[in-house]
């Protein structure tokens, strides 16, 4: 299956010809210095804070890694040959830190060419499983922390396609694993067979809000081919490699063990499969079993789900979310609609919750109703809970302190989701007797850790909230100086020690524990600057409004050495991407830190603060709707709006020559900057990437808009830049991966995008990166499109 690699490039209208055949090319030095780095490793940590895990992976894919056999199917990018996804990241070598001692072990015995993923503790913390991909199949390995020594359990049988194929049973001492069914049949060749009959889909008359999924199956011989390889026989494996048949072949979804390990609930996909839904949208039965693999009961069952009622706050009837309370040794809880999950529909409660206890021989018991959809609940212990309901369309978001054993609610917090600047933060969690991460609740009081985002800027924070009348009491608040604080996790509320990663613009993110009292900090990781040239850059969040009085903001890089006295007028390069919102409060919060480390890579423009550009990154961009108008009734007046508010901020600096002023962005941003160019005149160039451009090829919704076509046909044409292709004459990069597999943001949609404006005359080059997905990865094809990207910004803009 493997496919010859070509690179297109189809050049602008004035060219003579409309392809280039060139090979892969290298951005200035500049640039690529940047771009050709060491990678720092990857950092986590185990649940008791006692052990951190370094993975180091390459810095970039390799086309050769993304030209793997490939199959897609029900929403499914695999490789048939390993059976793990063909996406997969890979790490290629892992070192342990015991925290106390701060003394860094490099794991020994690892395979010989590693290709490891899918890592998780074992319940006791004392070894670590990861999966291994070899060149036929996917094997099972465990490092006893100890001695950091690694060690093969299986042979490299595993069936991965469906994600990690392994959990730990409790006692630590063995893991369930998917493995190859023993008779698995071979793929069908649908190129060697002719079909038996044509293609037929049918409709019932019931309405229905799908959006476009990518890689769906097709016809029968693609329904073959996934049972064949979602199916996995499930085996028990003990830590000295000895394995035990558990469960008979079946297309295993999900598998998770009760609090007090005696149970496990399985989900398994069933037939009919769909044509126009993944697979998370087909059949499922989940079933209770105990730990000899014998049913003990059938809890859910779930048919076919390819009707939904509109909206983002709709969901499918029946039970849903069904999964064990941390708290309990063994009872299930779940949410059923009350409203049909039809969000449109006016009633009273929208969801019920229930719980089920084990041996489930009795019926649910209903514990709480929910006027909004039902989200979430969080554990604490028999008395206590936290209940969170929300709803799309208002953005709210409430939180309430449950009672599990009455029922009784109690709101402690009504807010706007994105309402940034009052975010309580997330509440800290502690072990409980079932190793389940549970509410930690200490002298009836809880703790929080918050983001901090302020007018003011950032400062992260520690609360403690009463239980009794949910007062708040502020035990730290972060005010480094120079530098962005992150807290990561309280490990000691009576010494006041807690985990933090510092960082500054020039300062890699680094983790210590801090001690609140005196500010000690002990360093826990030494990672260094692998961006030393551009540390001396100047970055500054600057502040502004739009012409409604929206307040705006964005992070501004100038040049190393630019004399701000002098003002030497810059090209300017602004990246940004859209965001809806229902209220112009909440559109204006900015999440931005000048301390933030500056870390360049393709999914922006800082690259060019090398090359003498001025950069505005990560620019506002809102959307807004209040009241019952949707963000989208005025998308184009509120985007050309943004754009002259950045500009005009920027410029009344002095540090920029409007005329020369380039955007981009990626996904929705590329949408945005086609729409930009096509309805104003603003830029002198444009660079979109990925996105998707003819709105009428997603009907039934795109982004965050929830109305289909047919609903606001006016408001898909106006903000569709297909359909105004005619009067985009601005110079503009259009960039995509040969293979996206992003909902809507088909590579036909760039295609034909780009055919329409040649044939208008407009100035557009296009190209196509291959065997890249919606994100790019392989080097060659980021490097090029680094080298693509300023030669096209060179003849365009600089000069």
Known sequence: MKRQLTL?????????????????????AEILQLAEFDRPPTVSMSGNKEWMVLSYRATYKTLDDLNQEEMKLAGLRVNPTTNISSTATYFYNLKLKRVKDNIETQVNGLPTHPKITNMSFS???????????????????????????????????????????????????????????TNRPALLDERKDLPKGPIVSTSDGKVSQNRTYQDLLKNPKDETNFETLASSDLAKVSLEGVSTPFKASAIYTSKSFSPDGNYILITTIKRPYSYIVPLNRFPMETTVYDLQGRE???????ALNEIMPKGFSSVRMGKRGISWRADQPATLYYAEALDEGDQAK????????????????????????????????????????????????????????????????????????????????????????YGRHVIQIKDGKTYWIGDGYTKEGQFPFINEMNLKDFSIKR???????????????????????????LQSKSDYPNYYIKTIKGNKLTPLTHFANPFESIKNVYKEVISYKRKDGVDLSGTLYLPAGYDKAKKEKLPLLIWAYPAEYKDKSTAGMSTANPNEFTFPYYGSFVYWVTKGYAVLDDAAFPIIGEGKEEPNDT?????????EAAIDAVDQLGYIDRRRVGVGGHSYGAFMTANLLTHSNL????????????????????????????????????????????????????????????????????????????????????????????GYVAEENILHLLWEQDQFLEKYLKK
């Open 683 to 774: 830029f002198a160039v444009g660079i979109a990437r990925s996105g998707a451009y003819n709105r009428t090829l997603t009907p039934f919704g795109f982004q965050y808009e929830q109305r289909n076509y047919w609903d606001v046909p006016e408001v898909y044409n106006t903000m569709s830049p297909f359909m105004n292709a005619h009067k985009m004459k601005t110079p503009m990069l259009l960039v995509h991966g040969e293979a996206d597999n992003n909902p809507g943001t088909f590579t036909l949609q760039t295609e034909r995008y780009f055919q329409a404006l040649k044939n208008l005359g407009a100035p557009v080059r296009m190209l196509l990166l291959p065997k890249e997905s919606h």
């Open 123 to 181: 319940p006791d913390e004392r070894t670590i499983a990861f999966t291994n991909t070899t060149s036929k199949g996917v094997e099972l390995w465990i490092i006893d922390l100890a001695t950091a020594q690694a060690k093969k359990l299986t042979a490299d049988n595993l069936n991965a396609n469906l994600g990690s194929p392994y959990t730990w049973f409790k006692d630590s001492q063995s893991l369930l694993v998917n493995l190859l069914p």
């Open 475 to 501: 035990i730290y608040t972060s005010n480094v100086k120079d530098q962005k604080e992150d807290i990561n996790d309280i490990l000691d509320i009576k010494k006041g020690e807690i985990l933090v990663m």
């Open 296 to 302: 003990v009961k059938k809890v859910n069952e779930v």
């Open 346 to 433: 006016q009633v009273e409660y929208r969801d019920q919750v229930y719980t089920w206890e084990a041996p489930f021989t009795a019926a649910p018991k209903a514990l709480v109703k929910t006027k909004d959809r039902f989200a979430d609940i969080q554990w604490g212990d028999a008395t206590h809970a936290f209940l969170y309901e929300s709803w799309y369309d208002t953005r709210n978001q409430k939180s309430h302190l449950l009672n599990p054993t009455t029922g009784e609610t109690k709101l402690f917090n009504d807010r706007n989701f994105q309402d940034v600047y009052n975010d309580p933060g997330k509440v800290q969690t502690a072990r409980n007797q």
């Open 8 to 28: 297109f490039f189809i050049g602008l209208a004035s060219f003579s010809f409309a392809q280039e055949n060139i090979t892969y090319q290298k951005p200035s």
């Open 635 to 643: 998308f184009v007046p509120q985007l050309v709006a943004n754009a």
